[in-house]
């Protein structure tokens, strides 16, 4: 193949031969200047009529070709933006060449290098995990930074793996302090994840270095100890052998911890522990004896031990039971003030659902001594023995400090599924007299209420309680109480509990949100000229806030005045989009880019709806709703068709249960000629999403046209029309594509 030269080319090489000459031309000018002057000289004409014709490649440039030259691109432009001192510039072009190049620890290092100094630190943690996954030089230091915020980010596993690598590189360094501290935090970390051996892995390591200080440099930390801090280090270490079932080691640190700081108690039940652990049912026995013998009063742990005892030496669970119930009757004679005592004992009443029992031991103390292992089964009983004014008492006693009622949530689920039991407690509390019952009583009567969907009902007792509530417990509850009602798709009774709020003068920041949360209900109720008076003034209240000011164009774009709300989001973003120290906005910002890119994609204006998205995976480059939403925007249109594939694989692969992602995946294979595996990630979609997704059923329509399966085909067509004319918010676009489709093939 001949290569001709491009014209720019032959046109730069000129350029540079006359600058090369140019200095001389004019220093000789300059010196003719004092002599006689020469004849001028002619110009010289350059062969223009001679150049070669463009060039024009032989094939086009495949899509990896393409994709190289991109990145090849992108990295000469960062580094000169770099360079220039653009560094905002120079860290977005170095994020699109990351995505060209995934893995690439050169470029992460620069994003990282680069986010920081703009002190967009959230952003460079997310490409620092990325670098830590891709770099295996990383200093123990910036491991555990990197894991730390993993953990922050909820990112566990990652942040294990990080801790690991950084305690390989420690215990190279001899850094046996620091060494010992990580060790401690994967111990908790796995012990807290459900993974007691991998927690007992690092107990060993603990234990072999406090046992030898010396030997490892830990003389001046073991010295901070005081005798009860490595007491309770060694109950620790014990308590981590027995959940991994090494009863042995479990053993020789509750001696440890003996020795250390001596507590007889504590010792016989960790002896009776270990027993249990080793099987060795008559020394467990033994040791639980003593402990009771001694009348020492400490947690239920004692009383959980009796009863595995029991279990492995009577006949039948029940009968083990049975003889642990007439122990603990005995004990609790001894002791009825002794709550941990008298639940164990409540709880084993209520298996045997002798109720009343179970409301004589554990209602004398609930009051005082409320427990969060009891509340359950004393709701039970008096529900079971319809004693409702006990019953209201309870959910009074039950609510937690944001007024929910969660621990008895079990027994009173069991309630409102009971037409007869939920129907004579209703007809109870409408003989109560709201103004004789306690404030919590009252609240406890409405959040009941609300669990069956009765929030008009609920709303009266609601405005019973708020004349006994300062100003900020008002606002607690009615914040409470309205956003449950908007979930429960309540928005006329929400809108009470907002305003109510509002009324009560509280300071700016807090008064604005209960108008963010108005102008929602306002518009979900079709008051849009109401909602967006209502966003408006809470933008203004808080001038600061970016998810005040977000729900002006969010009302605009419900409302479906979607020029409108562009304008409004444009503006949101020209504000706050370099406020990189609040994570609220970011989100914010986040949530706004997705949206203008859903916007623009339907109407058509890829380009814009790609820059959008590119933005967001700019920041947020694990963002699996971008990586899905772009990917099948470049799929559907086409374009990037490799690229646009792999990431919808990775969104599928975090979410393999998101019924959206798996869509975008069988419309991807179908864009790429692979019918089978498109019919099967489109069945799974229309099966998780329970057939309620038009455009799910629509487009397995059409991969099952393409492979030849016409009758399926139109099935599917029809659930599609079916499912769009019922869905809340009408897609008319697709309804009357899928309409057209049944008409022409039927």
Same mark, same amino acid.
């Given at each position: 193949?001949?290569?001709?030269?491009?014209?720019?080319?032959?046109?730069?090489?000129?350029?540079?031969?006359?600058?090369?000459?140019?200095?001389?031309?004019?220093?000789?000018?300059?010196?003719?200047?004092?002599?006689?002057?020469?004849? #001028?000289?002619?110009? +010289? %004409?350059?062969?223009?009529?001679?150049?070669?014709?463009?060039?024009?490649?032989?094939?086009?440039?495949?899509?990896?070709?393409?994709?190289?030259?991109?990145?090849?691109?992108?990295?000469?432009?960062?580094?000169?933006?770099? !360079?220039?001192?653009?560094?905002?510039?120079?860290?977005?072009?170095?994020?699109?060449?990351?995505?060209?190049?995934?893995?690439?620890?050169?470029?992460?290092?620069?994003?990282? &290098?680069?986010?920081?100094?703009?002190?967009?630190?959230?952003?460079?943690?997310?490409?620092?995990?990325?670098?830590?996954?891709?770099?295996?030089?990383?200093?123990?230091?910036?491991?555990?930074?990197?894991?730390?915020?993993?953990?922050?980010?909820?990112?566990?596993?990652?942040?294990?793996?990080?801790?690991?690598?950084?305690?390989?590189?420690?215990?190279?360094?001899?850094?046996?302090?620091?060494?010992?501290?990580? !060790?401690?935090?994967?111990?908790?970390?796995?012990?807290?994840?459900?993974?007691?051996?991998?927690?007992?892995? !690092?107990?060993?390591?603990?234990?072999?270095?406090?046992?030898?200080?010396?030997?490892?440099?830990?003389?001046?930390?073991?010295?901070?100890?005081?005798? *009860?801090?490595?007491?309770?280090?060694?109950?620790?270490?014990?308590?981590?052998?027995?959940?991994?079932?090494?009863?042995?080691?479990?053993?020789?640190?509750?001696?440890?911890?003996?020795?250390?700081?001596?507590?007889?108690?504590?010792?016989?039940?960790?002896?009776?522990? $270990?027993?249990?652990?080793?099987?060795?049912?008559?020394?467990?026995?033994?040791?639980?004896?003593?402990?009771?013998?001694?009348?020492?009063?400490?947690?239920?742990?004692?009383?959980?031990?009796?009863?595995?005892?029991?279990?492995?030496?009577?006949?039948? #669970?029940?009968?083990?039971? +049975?003889?642990?119930?007439?122990?603990?009757?005995?004990?609790?004679?001894?002791?009825?003030?002794?709550?941990?005592?008298?639940?164990?004992?409540?709880?084993?009443?209520?298996?045997?659902?002798?109720?009343?029992?179970?409301?004589?031991?554990?209602?004398?103390?609930?009051?005082?001594?409320?427990?969060?292992?009891?509340?359950?089964?004393?709701?039970?009983?008096?529900?079971?023995?319809?004693?409702?004014?006990?019953?209201?008492?309870?959910?009074?006693?039950?609510?937690?400090?944001?007024?929910?009622?969660?621990?008895?949530?079990?027994?009173?689920?069991?309630?409102?599924?009971? %037409?007869?039991?939920?129907?004579?407690?209703?007809?109870?509390?409408?003989?109560?007299?709201?103004?004789?019952?306690?404030?919590?009583?009252?609240?406890?009567?409405?959040?009941?209420?609300?669990?069956?969907?009765?929030?008009?009902?609920?709303?009266?007792?609601?405005?019973?309680?708020?004349?006994?509530?300062?100003?900020?417990?008002?606002?607690?509850?009615?914040?409470?109480? *309205?956003?449950?009602?908007?979930?429960?798709?309540?928005?006329?009774?929400?809108?009470?509990?907002?305003?109510?709020?509002?009324?009560?003068?509280?300071?700016?920041?807090?008064?604005?949100?209960?108008?963010?949360?108005?102008?929602?209900?306002?518009?979900?109720?079709?008051?849009?000229?109401?909602?967006? &008076?209502?966003?408006?003034?809470?933008?203004?209240?808080?001038?600061?806030?970016?998810?005040?000011?977000?729900?002006?164009?969010?009302?605009?774009? !419900?409302?479906?005045?979607?020029?409108?709300?562009?304008?409004?989001?444009?503006?949101?973003?020209?504000?706050?989009?370099?406020?990189?120290?609040?994570?609220?906005?970011?989100?914010?910002?986040?949530?706004?880019? &997705?949206?203008?890119?859903?916007?623009?994609?339907?109407?058509?204006?890829?380009?814009?709806?790609?820059?959008?998205?590119?933005?967001?995976?700019?920041?947020?480059? *694990?963002?699996?709703?971008?990586?899905?939403?772009? *990917?099948?925007?470049?799929?559907?249109?086409?374009?990037?068709?490799?690229?646009?594939?792999?990431?919808?694989?990775?969104?599928?692969?975090?979410?393999?249960?998101?019924?959206?992602?798996?869509?975008?995946?069988?419309?991807?294979?179908?864009?790429?000629?692979?019918?089978? #595996?498109?019919?099967?990630?489109?069945?799974?979609?229309?099966?998780?999403?329970?057939?309620?997704?038009?455009?799910?059923?629509?487009?397995?329509?059409?991969?099952?046209?393409?492979?030849?399966?016409?009758?399926?085909?139109?099935?599917?067509?029809?659930?599609?029309?079916?499912?769009?004319?019922?869905?809340?918010?009408?897609?008319?676009?697709?309804?009357?594509? $899928?309409?057209?489709?049944?008409?022409?093939?039927?």
């Amino acid at each position: 193949m001949i290569v001709r030269t491009h014209l720019g080319i032959v046109l730069a090489s000129a350029i540079t031969l006359l600058g090369s000459f140019l200095p001389g031309l004019l220093f000789a000018a300059d010196s003719a200047s004092t002599e006689t002057k020469e004849k #001028p000289r002619q110009k +010289d %004409e350059l062969p223009f009529w001679q150049l070669p014709e463009t060039f024009v490649e032989e094939r086009p440039r495949n899509e990896s070709a393409e994709n190289r030259l991109q990145l090849t691109t992108l990295l000469t432009k960062a580094r000169l933006q770099d !360079h220039r001192g653009d560094v905002a510039g120079a860290l977005q072009t170095y994020q699109r060449a990351y995505r060209l190049s995934p893995g690439s620890a050169n470029i992460l290092q620069e994003i990282v &290098r680069l986010g920081f100094l703009l002190q967009r630190n959230e952003v460079a943690s997310r490409y620092a995990v990325l670098l830590a996954q891709n770099q295996t030089a990383m200093s123990a230091d910036a491991l555990q930074r990197v894991a730390q915020y993993c953990i922050e980010d909820g990112q566990v596993e990652q942040a294990i793996e990080l801790y690991e690598r950084a305690l390989v590189l420690l215990i190279k360094e001899n850094a046996h302090p620091q060494a010992m501290g990580i !060790h401690f935090r994967l111990m908790t970390i796995y012990e807290a994840h459900g993974e007691p051996k991998m927690a007992a892995r !690092h107990a060993n390591d603990i234990a072999r270095m406090i046992e030898d200080p010396k030997k490892f440099d830990l003389d001046e930390v073991i010295e901070q100890f005081t005798p *009860g801090g490595l007491r309770s280090t060694y109950e620790q270490l014990g308590t981590v052998y027995l959940e991994a079932e090494q009863p042995d080691k479990a053993a020789k640190m509750f001696a440890a911890a003996e020795k250390m700081e001596s507590n007889p108690a504590r010792h016989l039940i960790h002896t009776a522990a $270990v027993d249990v652990a080793r099987k060795d049912w008559k020394g467990a026995q033994k040791a639980i004896d003593k402990f009771l013998e001694d009348d020492d009063q400490t947690d239920s742990q004692p009383y959980e031990l009796l009863r595995k005892i029991a279990e492995n030496q009577a006949e039948s #669970p029940e009968a083990a039971r +049975d003889q642990v119930i007439e122990r603990l009757q005995k004990l609790h004679e001894a002791s009825p003030d002794f709550a941990p005592l008298a639940y164990n004992l409540a709880s084993l009443y209520a298996e045997k659902q002798a109720w009343d029992q179970v409301i004589e031991t554990a209602s004398p103390l609930v009051e005082d001594e409320p427990d969060a292992s009891i509340l359950p089964a004393l709701c039970q009983a008096y529900i079971e023995k319809t004693d409702w004014s006990a019953f209201v008492t309870l959910l009074a006693t039950s609510l937690d400090q944001t007024y929910e009622l969660d621990v008895v949530q079990e027994p009173l689920d069991k309630l409102l599924k009971s %037409e007869a039991q939920w129907s004579q407690l209703q007809e109870a509390i409408e003989k109560l007299d709201p103004a004789k019952l306690s404030l919590n009583e009252r609240i406890g009567v409405a959040r009941l209420y609300q669990l069956d969907g009765q929030g008009e009902t609920a709303w009266p007792w609601i405005e019973a309680a708020l004349p006994e509530l300062d100003s900020q417990e008002k606002a607690r509850l009615l914040m409470q109480f *309205g956003l449950q009602a908007f979930r429960d798709d309540q928005e006329p009774v929400a809108e009470k509990a907002f305003r109510a709020a509002i009324k009560l003068g509280l300071p700016k920041s807090q008064t604005s949100l209960f108008y963010f949360y108005l102008a929602t209900t306002l518009e979900l109720q079709g008051k849009t000229s109401d909602a967006l &008076r209502t966003a408006k003034r809470a933008a203004l209240l808080d001038e600061q806030s970016a998810l005040l000011r977000s729900r002006i164009p969010w009302t605009l774009n !419900h409302a479906g005045r979607t020029e409108e709300a562009v304008e409004e989001y444009r503006t949101l973003l020209s504000k706050f989009s370099d406020d990189y120290e609040n994570r609220q906005t970011r989100q914010v910002i986040r949530d706004a880019k &997705r949206l203008l890119s859903s916007i623009a994609s339907q109407k058509k204006e890829i380009p814009e709806a790609t820059t959008w998205l590119e933005e967001v995976l700019d920041e947020f480059p *694990g963002d699996t709703g971008a990586m899905n939403d772009l *990917g099948y925007l470049w799929i559907d249109n086409d374009i990037n068709l490799g690229r646009g594939f792999d990431m919808i694989q990775k969104a599928v692969a975090e979410e393999p249960d998101n019924y959206a992602y798996l869509d975008s995946l069988g419309w991807a294979y179908y864009r790429l000629g692979r019918f089978e #595996p498109a019919i099967a990630q489109l069945q799974k979609a229309a099966e998780l999403s329970e057939g309620e997704d038009g455009t799910v059923l629509d487009h397995l329509g059409d991969v099952y046209l393409a492979a030849g399966q016409k009758g399926k085909a139109i099935e599917q067509w029809q659930k599609a029309v079916t499912s769009l004319k019922e869905a809340e918010e009408e897609d008319t676009a697709t309804l009357t594509a $899928v309409e057209a489709k049944l008409k022409e093939h039927q």
